[in-house]
């Protein structure tokens, strides 16, 4: 009866786990602009006017409390952002249940327009005593 070895075939294992880790490294794919909120060495560089689009559930986009079209909104966006589109930065605030379709819209307007896009998202309240809410992530 023949004996099977499996040294040659762990080698084999090897070689492709070595090179599948080396590969996956240089594989870069095409992602979003997009600075979540956290902590951070570096400072800031944020103006207590920063633009808020708020998104509505039922689509409705709103550029600092006024309503606005999305064709308007990447106009405005262009001329705010002026010739240096990486120091314009807004918030993408959506209302909870908002469809997700709404959000990318703006994400892929900031992807196209080079800009930097902030997501605002709110927690779930729990109440612990009464008046106080402790938010979870």
């Keep these: 009866m023949s004996e099977f070895n499996v040294s040659s ?14 590969t996956s490294g240089v594989v870069s794919p095409n992602a ?19 633009d808020e689009v708020r998104i509505q559930t039922d689509g409705n986009f709103y550029l600092n ?18 010739n240096d589109p990486h120091t314009f930065s807004f918030v993408i605030a959506p209302d909870p249940g908002t469809p997700v379709e709404h959000v990318v819209t703006i994400m892929d307007m900031a992807l196209r327009l080079d800009l930097n896009a902030i997501l605002a998202s709110e927690g779930k309240k729990q109440v612990n005593t ?6 979870d992530r």
Excluded at 130 to 135: L, Q
Aim: aromatic share 10%.
């Design 65 to 82: 409390g006024r309503a606005t079209s999305l064709l308007l909104l990447e106009d405005e966006f262009r001329t705010r952002a002026g």
């Design 130 to 135: 009464p008046g106080e809410f402790k938010f």
């Design 9 to 22: 075939l762990t080698d084999i294992i090897f070689l492709l786990l070595i090179f599948f880790m080396l």
């Design 32 to 50: 979003l602009n997009l600075q979540l909120p956290g902590n951070s060495s570096i400072p800031s560089n944020t103006t207590s006017n920063t």
